[in-house]
């Protein structure tokens, strides 16, 4: 088989291993992401974590006890609470050494994965934020946090794989 033929074949094939019918789509990989962007005017940090959905409700079954669909909009107010409460036990923040509590706004889902909105107020300009991020921990032991900062156009960028959770930027 000719090398180009080879390379069509497989660049036709991963969509197919990867993107299967949304009910049938697996990931061979844990991930979560967690993006903050320091909003100069409101002095806020505003907090998006993209969670793969199909996890996500997995462990907050496992967790909670509960059938667990987080598109179910008749169910909207169940989730948000249960969402709120396990990101805020397994998410937490420290800004300049003083420990620091995000206000949830909501989560949405976006095809396969899950935004998780959090924002904390009254920050001002800040030289370190460190993150403690136990995301799926309980789930996948193969489980890597990414975490993404953006401050005055500065972007930086960290990753922590299980059972580590400590992440620091520094500014």
Do not use: W
């Amino acid at each position: 088989m000719s090398a180009l033929l080879s390379k069509l074949l497989l660049f036709i094939s991963i969509p197919v291993l990867f993107y299967g019918k949304p009910h049938e789509y697996k990931h061979p990989f844990h991930v979560s992401t967690t993006e903050i962007a320091y909003n100069t005017k409101s002095k806020s940090l505003e907090i998006t974590c993209r969670i793969f959905t199909d996890d996500f409700e997995t462990i907050l079954n496992q967790r909670f006890k509960k059938k667990i669909d987080l598109s179910a909009k008749k169910q909207a107010k169940e989730m948000n609470a249960l969402v709120k409460s396990y990101v805020t036990t397994n998410l937490k923040f420290v800004v300049d050494g003083k420990s620091v509590e995000p206000n949830y706004i909501g989560f949405e889902n976006d095809h396969e994965a899950t935004n998780i909105y959090l924002e904390i107020e009254n920050i001002a300009a800040f030289k370190k934020l460190a993150v403690s991020n136990g995301i799926l921990y309980d789930l996948f032991d193969d489980q890597m946090n990414i975490l993404h900062v953006e401050k005055n156009a500065a972007r930086k960028s960290t990753k922590v794989n299980f059972p580590d959770k400590q992440m620091i930027i520094n500014f």
